[in-house]
């Protein structure tokens, strides 16, 4: 089993930075890959930006360049610095882990963007 426990988000102005971060618990050498998702108001669920077990990275068109997702393997804590932000990235961020039977979700956090 996997926890997910997240930190972050909140309400920043356009251009400005925030710092989600997402901390891994129980059977986390079962984890292939973690990401990071969002859920805008009236749209569906969306992947933001993917770091695999490699290292290996993805981002959303919309995100790339603005975006940076890391890990800290000592601290099981995965990272979106978000950057040059924009109102219409404001949704719902969600953790998620991969793992060989499923997936596991964090709680959500709300970020909101003004203009």
């Known amino acids: 089993q996997v926890q997910l426990v997240e930190s972050g988000g909140g309400l920043v102005q356009a251009g400005g930075s925030l710092r989600l971060s997402c901390a891994a618990s129980?059977?986390?050498?079962?984890?292939?890959?973690m990401g990071w998702y969002r859920q805008a108001p009236g749209k569906q669920r969306e992947l933001v930006a993917g770091?695999?077990?490699?290292?290996?990275?993805n981002y959303a068109g919309s995100v790339k360049g603005r975006f940076t997702i890391s890990r800290d393997n000592a601290k099981n804590t995965v990272y979106l610095q978000m950057n040059s932000l924009k109102p219409e990235d404001t949704a719902v961020y969600y953790c998620?882990?991969?793992?060989?039977?499923?997936?596991?979700w964090g709680q959500g956090t709300q970020v909101t963007v003004s203009s």
């Open positions: 998620a882990a991969r793992g060989p039977s499923g997936d596991y």
């Open positions: 129980g059977s986390i050498f079962s984890i292939n890959a």
């Open positions: 770091i695999t077990s490699g290292g290996g990275t």
